[in-house]
């Protein structure tokens, strides 16, 4: 099944994967044929398009989401000695991100049976230090935001909400990004919409939206009405903080403009595929499925079930199996504390989070993505249960 050393998608259904199609090549190769691969007008076109889409004021595109999160932390004033509080269930870069600025993530435990953040636990994790509250909507399913933003209210804290996985997914009604101070997303081929690599912050705040857009090209200013010092004449600008270049190009840009009229379309057939899997899997005896938080719509990024207690012990063999029939599974996440970076140079210790280390032990997210066919799901339904059917 190897090919060069890499893995040949074609012949796998993975866990999740892009959907590319002419309009998008189409619109890609007019911004290669134009005057400005970057900082032309596609990625102020972009930015429009997604703040609109979730009904927020301001969007900043980024090179990834991790730069995104970065950003944000940044704009929010976190800085050295600071902690942020974040779910374990989730990729490191949630957490890295507040270790570039000196700050310290604190990991509060998951609901064992969404993978989210347990809102009643965060209490516990707030200290003098504490600067922000970073929900993930683990799988595109939104964390308990209401009660985070109370919390968040009470305590003079801002929420700033990793999205991760979940652009297109709605809350009470309300798209994601238009709900907390600031929000997240990631354009990987495995996200929701993708750019390749680039990520984007949502925000209503006009102050964070200044520092984004700073913080994202070197922390440099060109609009006069914001000078600190007397412009010297027309070529002036001045860089005022200390920034990155963090840009995306006007070619993932267009990409980014392109997918994102799709979006509804992609997780419409992601929420048909999970309807079929929770209709087949009902009741089975091996995994409990996904659980959707109440009064939510997920994104469906994953697909995530939790194996029984009886198969749990069993799941890197499962694992194995099921990659082995050609099923591109994945287990997500390692409770960020338990990589080695975090235990044996910051010091994290096994046992922080015990529901995120059972959830780990317990998740494995099969195929959903919307490109699929009818026969791929059924293959993966036939698949999982003939592997499982051995144990
Ligand atoms: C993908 C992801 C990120 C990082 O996004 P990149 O675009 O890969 O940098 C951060 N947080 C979560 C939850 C993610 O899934």
């Known amino acids: ?36 691969l970057t900082q032309g007008p596609k990625s102020g076109e972009f930015e ?29 004033g976190i800085g050295p000695g600071d902690e942020i509080i974040t779910s374990p269930i989730t990729f490191a870069a949630t957490a890295n991100a507040a270790l570039y600025l000196g700050a310290k993530p604190v990991f509060s435990d998951i609901e064992p049976e969404t993978g989210n953040i347990d809102p009643e636990l965060i209490e516990k994790a707030i200290t003098s230090g504490t600067k922000a509250i970073v929900p993930v909507d683990y799988a595109g399913n939104p964390a308990a935001l209401n009660r985070i933003r109370e919390l968040a209210g009470k305590h003079g804290l ?20 238009s709900l907390s101070e600031m929000t997240i997303f990631s354009f990987h081929p495995v996200k929701p919409i993708t750019t390749g690599e680039g990520g984007a912050v949502v925000t209503n705040n006009r102050s964070f939206y ?19 010092e007397h412009s010297h ?8 903080v200390l920034g990155y270049n963090y840009r995306l190009t006007d070619i ?21 595929i999970a309807l079929s899997y929770n209709a087949a899997f009902h009741g089975n005896r091996w995994f409990d499925t996904p659980v959707v938080t109440e009064s939510a719509q997920s994104s469906w990024h994953l697909y995530p079930i939790r194996l029984r207690d009886g198969s749990s012990g069993m799941k890197t063999e499962i ?8 099923l591109w599974v994945q287990v997500h996440y390692l409770p960020v504390y338990l990589h080695p970076y ?9 046992g922080i989070c015990p529901q995120a280390e059972r959830f780990y032990e317990r998740e494995l997210s099969i195929p959903i993505y919307q490109g699929m066919s009818d026969a791929d799901i059924e293959t993966v339904k036939r698949t999982l249960f003939d592997v499982l059917g051995e144990f």
């Not at 060069?4 to 866990?15: A, D, E, M, V």
């Not at 997604?50 to 989401?65: D, E, H, K, M, T």
């Not at 801002?158 to 990004?177: M, P, Q, R, T």
């Open 210 to 228: 200044e520092k984004l857009l700073a913080f994202r090209s070197h922390g440099i200013v060109k609009d006069a009405a914001i000078f600190k």
């Open 1 to 36: 099944m190897a090919l060069s050393g890499k893995w040949r998608l074609s012949s796998l259904i993975p866990y999740s994967r892009q959907s590319v199609d002419e309009d998008d090549i189409k619109e890609v190769l007019a911004v290669l044929r134009s005057d400005y």
């Open 233 to 240: 004449g027309n070529w002036y600008y001045e860089m005022q």
């Open 158 to 177: 801002i929420v700033i909400e990793d999205a991760c996985h979940a652009l297109g997914a709605s809350y009470k009604e309300n798209k994601i990004g």
């Open 252 to 272: 993932q840009c267009a990409l980014g403009l392109s997918q994102l009229k799709k979006l509804d379309t992609f997780i419409q057939r992601r929420q048909e």
């Open 342 to 350: 975090y235990r044996n140079i910051l010091g994290y210790r096994e």
């Open 48 to 76: 429009a398009a997604l703040a609109n889409y979730c009904g927020a004021r301001y969007a900043v595109v980024f090179s990834s989401g991790t730069a995104a999160l970065h950003g944000a932390y940044f704009a929010a």
């Open 319 to 326: 694992f194995d199996k099921l990659r082995t029939a050609g």
